[in-house]
């Protein structure tokens, strides 16, 4: 079965750490997506690729967050400094475009 | 105001009972729509799409109605499996997916 595979699948930080998140989409998929997921908040859209190019990253805090795709086999959602309230699941997703997207297992992040 | 609204629940039925979740939206260009399910610890996964004449699988129906902007999910004859949370889902055509934040079943022996 193709899937979506991120790393780390949980992760504990000091606040001030950077802490990257990687996701290897599924194979054929021209569109990634990167959500966060809090009780509060529920699955946040942060950015997203298509083709690789950046087309939203409206969703993201410009100053500490930053997602790139440096080939169509990876993208990566890095946060520097990392702060507590940024602890939460960090799911990546990829889809083609008009098809249904599929979720990858998420990043568990706690940063304390 | 969020732009898919759900109850969050819970929602806790016996075995076997119908249970109803409802879900608004607030973009009348909204286009596509679903529900995804997700159990606890798990990722978000595609449950059924929601077509506007309404559609049917096995003991799931989704309908739609686009003048209320609003949709719905029916559970026939629940399972302790069909415990979850289930997450309405709408698309603004070629734009990522918006997400409700979720409604939570439990479904008890």
């Known amino acids: 079965d193709a899937r979506v595979t991120q790393t780390p699948r949980d992760k504990v930080t000091e606040m001030g750490q950077e802490v990257t998140m990687r996701c290897q989409p599924i194979?054929?998929?021209?569109?990634v997506f990167w959500y966060r997921q809090t009780m509060m908040q529920g699955l946040e859209l942060l950015a997203y690729?298509?083709?690789?190019?950046?087309?939203?990253d409206s969703g993201m805090p410009k100053d500490r967050f930053s997602a790139e795709m440096p080939d169509a086999t990876l993208a990566t959602l890095k946060i520097q400094p990392s702060e507590p309230r940024d602890s939460a699941v960090y799911f990546c997703?990829?889809?083609?475009?008009?098809?249904?997207?599929?979720f990858g297992e998420g990043s568990w992040l706690t940063v304390v | 105001r969020k732009e898919v609204e759900q109850d969050p629940g819970p929602f806790n039925v016996p075995e076997g009972a119908t249970v109803a979740f409802n879900c608004t939206y607030s973009?009348?260009?909204?286009?596509?729509f679903f529900w995804y399910r997700q159990d606890c610890r798990k990722e978000p996964k595609l449950l059924m799409s929601?077509?506007?004449s309404g559609n049917e699988d096995g003991r799931f129906t989704a309908q739609l109605n686009r003048a209320s902007q609003y949709i719905s999910l029916l559970i026939r004859d629940s399972k302790l499996s069909d415990s979850a949370t289930y997450l309405c889902?709408?698309?603004?055509?070629?734009?990522?997916?918006?997400f409700g934040k979720g409604t939570r079943l439990s479904v008890i022996a």
């Open positions: 997703a990829s889809g083609s475009e008009g098809n249904t997207i599929y």
């Open positions: 194979l054929g998929h021209n569109t």
């Open positions: 690729f298509r083709n690789r190019a950046p087309l939203d």
């Open positions: 973009n009348s260009a909204s286009q596509s």
């Open positions: 929601v077509y506007s």
């Open positions: 889902v709408v698309n603004r055509g070629n734009t990522p997916l918006v």
